[in-house]
Structures are given as structure tokens and as C-alpha cells.
């Protein structure tokens, strides 16, 4: 939003989602001349087997078919790295036509972009999912086009579940601790795998946040990260996961997602979130696997429905090159049903659009796959059209997972949070 996601780069993943080893294509970084244009563009796979290469090449070279004359170069650079490139392009005064990536709203901001309405016919921007479309509008325009997407569920290993004798999956926080201390009981090594460790801990916090009624932001789009519910959120995991020891020997500070990850492959981990990649690995290694919605707080109760996390890449074209019409029949190409569902289905994400979700690749998403659809359609994600949510993510990511160590004090925590965010957003 991998954010990155995948099969056995699963663990290496965030949306905004994997990491992969190296990128691909050309370093030029002049922006196409005559009929090319230029798009950077995260690398999605881990090897050279499942480098993103293969997709590009095919619907490039279909492209300038069924196109002549225009031709689209792609420069793919490691997702850890490609938004700071990107970041550095723009900079030098020589930013690509397109880029796809995890941040866009302060180059949107800036007024550097193009919006989808001077981009795609109304049908095409009418076409993406909702809560995409809605984090990817800045000031009532869509700057940020949605490209594939995931969101988070419950997941919890049926056996170690059968092995603690917990016979159904918790809906609220209160079975959520009996079962984790039923699954410690039988030396389960992670009852409760808790990863707020640097790598992605702001989707894990969101999603407990969430689950009490909280949140990144109120209901006026600003930020309300020291929120009442917030602080009582990060009391109770504090005090009932973390102290009891339900969260395994890794304190959830040090612990990243690919390394939850990992160990719940291993068969270490009784419960964690989890996106759709996951639950493809696990199928791969016969791990059985129940999904479930979050937990939520008893205070909310088990009837409450509060959103899950969606998390969503960008894909931004940049106006510096004045090249407006060729981008927008470019990407009319690419948000074609059979083009955009290929690339979601190579990687188990979710395709962005209401037609290609209807008719994804191979004839039918599994099971697994529609569950996190159907929690995708009413997702919360990040406030990513805030120009300061890349620094006040990478604050709460450093900084959250103080908030349950022994002796940590989560009012402390996240009014230090909140005033880092205040702060960075004077300087946008």
C-alpha cells in the first residue's frame, strides 16, 4: 500500500510488502525522449524467477503493439529503496513519466502530478475500490492510483488450536489471551506473534488500534494518535500479552513481520496478522490455517465490526516530462482487467479495481483470496495522502513497540508520537 506479499518471497514482504534483492533495467536517468516513455517501479519478486521483469516485458511490448511509435522503458529498483530513488529523480530534475511505489501525497501536494482525471476516461477512475480511491485523493482529487492492494486478518494454526484444545477462533480480546495462554501452556513457541519490530510495526499497531475503536486519525482526517482508546489499546496488550509472556521469547520491539513470519512457516506461532501470500505459503507447506477477522476489545464487544487494515501501492505520473496523453493511454493498458489481475495473481495481492476483482486471473480467486477481498472493500488505510505520514509512519514503526516493554509507559509513548507527527507536519 505490500506492501511487500509472496510465495516464498511471502516472508520477505510488506505491501509496500517485499523486499526484493536487487532491481532491473535501465539506470539512465534522463526521461525518455521522442515516443518512450519511462516508468520506475518497485520490484516485487526476490529472484530472478520471480522478478517483475517478465510482467513489464509483456505488457510493454503488447503496449507499443498495439500502439505504434510509443514505447515504455521500466527501470526496476528494490522496494526498500524505491521510493528514496524516486525521491532523488525528483530532486535532480529528472523524474520519470510514471513511477510505482509506496508514497505519492507530497509530490501531489507540490502539484507535481497528474490526477486520474487528466489521466484515465471517467470509467477507468470510476473503477477503483472505494477505501483505495478515498487514500489515494488529495484536496477531492485522485493523485495516487491505486495498483494492487492487500489487507490483514487474523490467522492461527488449526493444529496448534487442536493441540491446546481452543475449539474456535477468539472474536474478542478476552479469547484472544485465553487462547494464546492455552496455546503457551503446550509450548507453543509464539502464542501470539506481536511484530513491532522497525520493519512494518505501523500495520500491526493500526490493526490493534482499530480493534478498540482507535486509530491513526479521527474522523476529520487528523491525526489522533494519543488517543484516549489508543493509550487503553496499548495498557491492555502491555499487561495481558506481553508481561504474561503470550507474545513468545522475541520482544515484539525487536520482532519484524518477515521474521513472524518465518516462524509461523515453521509452525512456531500459534496466532498473527497475516495477508494473502501468507496463507498461499502456508497451503505450500501444509500448514492448516483459519482466518479470521481482528479481535475486537471487550469493551466494543463481539458483535462490533471495526475495519481491518488495507494497505495499497501507488502508481504517479509526474507532469515535469509533459508527456500526458502517452501516459494516460499507458495506463488505460495497464488497469485493463487481464493486465492488472496477471500482476496481482503472480504475487497473491488483490487487484485495485471493482471489474478485475470480478474477473481476476486463472479464472476465480481461491477462498482464502475473496476473504481478504470482501475486508479490503471497507479496509481503513494508512492516511497516505497526508504529506507527513512517510515521517510520522517511520516514527510510529521506531517508536510504538516501546510502548509494551517492561517498564514502558504507552501514554508517554504516544504523546511523544503525536507531538513528533505535529511537528512534521509544520515542515509540509
Request: charged residues 20%; contains cysteine; proline residues 6%.
Amino acid at each position: 500500500m505490500r506492501r511487500k506479499i509472496f510465495g516464498a518471497a511471502a516472508t520477505a514482504v510488506v505491501l509496500g510488502l517485499l523486499i526484493p534483492l536487487s532491481g532491473c533495467g535501465s539506470s539512465d536517468d534522463g526521461a525518455g525522449d521522442g515516443g518512450t516513455l519511462r516508468l520506475v517501479a518497485a520490484e516485487y519478486g526476490d529472484t530472478p524467477a520471480t522478478s517483475s521483469k517478465a510482467y513489464w516485458d509483456k505488457v510493454t511490448g503488447n503496449f507499443t503493439a498495439a500502439n505504434p511509435g510509443v514505447k515504455v522503458e521500466v527501470q526496476l529498483v528494490p522496494w526498500a529503496d524505491i521510493d528514496r530513488e524516486v525521491s532523488r529523480m525528483v530532486k535532480a530534475g529528472k523524474a520519470p513519466d510514471m513511477a510505482l511505489m509506496g508514497s505519492y501525497s507530497d509530490y501531489a501536494a507540490q502539484g507535481k502530478l497528474y490526477s486520474a482525471e487528466e489521466l484515465l476516461s471517467v470509467g477507468a477512475e470510476a473503477n477503483f475500490l472505494q477505501p483505495l480511491a478515498e487514500a489515494g485523493t488529495v484536496n477531492s482529487r485522485l493523485y495516487g492510483l491505486p495498483f494492487v492492494a492487500s489487507s490483514r486478518l487474523l490467522f492461527y494454526n488449526e493444529a496448534l488450536f487442536a493441540k491446546a484444545g481452543v475449539k474456535k477462533a477468539p472474536k474478542t480480546w478476552s479469547e484472544l489471551k485465553a487462547a494464546a495462554k492455552a496455546l503457551k501452556d503446550k509450548d507453543v513457541k509464539y502464542p501470539y506473534a506481536m511484530p513491532l519490530g522497525p520493519e512494518e510495526a505501523h500495520a500491526e499497531a493500526l490493526i490493534w488500534e482499530l480493534s478498540n475503536g482507535g486509530g491513526y486519525a479521527d474522523s476529520s482526517g487528523k491525526y489522533s494518535l494519543d488517543s484516549e482508546q489508543n493509550v487503553r489499546t496499548w495498557q491492555w496488550v502491555k499487561d495481558n500479552l506481553v508481561t504474561p509472556g503470550l507474545v513468545g521469547p522475541t520482544p515484539p520491539s525487536r520482532l519484524n513481520r518477515a521474521d513472524a513470519f518465518a516462524a509461523f512457516l515453521r509452525g512456531e506461532v500459534g496466532m498473527l496478522n497475516g495477508y494473502p501470500s501468507l496463507a498461499h505459503q502456508a497451503a505450500e507447506k501444509g500448514i492448516d490455517v483459519g482466518t479470521v477477522a481482528m479481535p475486537v476489545s471487550d469493551s466494543l464487544g463481539s458483535g462490533e465490526s471495526p475495519p481491518t487494515v488495507g494497505v495499497a501501492d501507488w502508481m504517479v505520473a509526474f507532469k515535469e516530462n509533459d508527456r500526458r496523453a502517452e501516459i494516460g493511454k499507458f495506463l488505460e493498458f495497464v488497469y485493463q482487467d487481464k493486465n492488472l489481475s496477471d500482476f496481482a495473481g503472480r504475487y497473491h495481492l488483490l487487484p485495485s479495481t471493482a471489474s478485475a476483482a470480478r474477473t481476476p486471473a486463472g479464472g476465480g480467486l481461491s477462498q482464502t483470496d475473496e476473504d481478504f477481498l470482501s475486508a479490503l472493500r471497507t479496509a481503513r488505510l494508512y492516511p497516505v495522502n497526508d504529506p507527513s505520514w512517510v515521517t510520522v509512519s517511520d516514527t510510529i514503526k521506531r517508536n510504538i513497540g516501546r510502548a509494551v516493554e517492561p517498564g514502558g509507559d504507552p501514554t508517554a509513548v504516544l504523546e511523544d508520537i503525536a507531538t513528533k507527527a505535529v511537528e512534521a507536519g509544520k515542515k509540509n
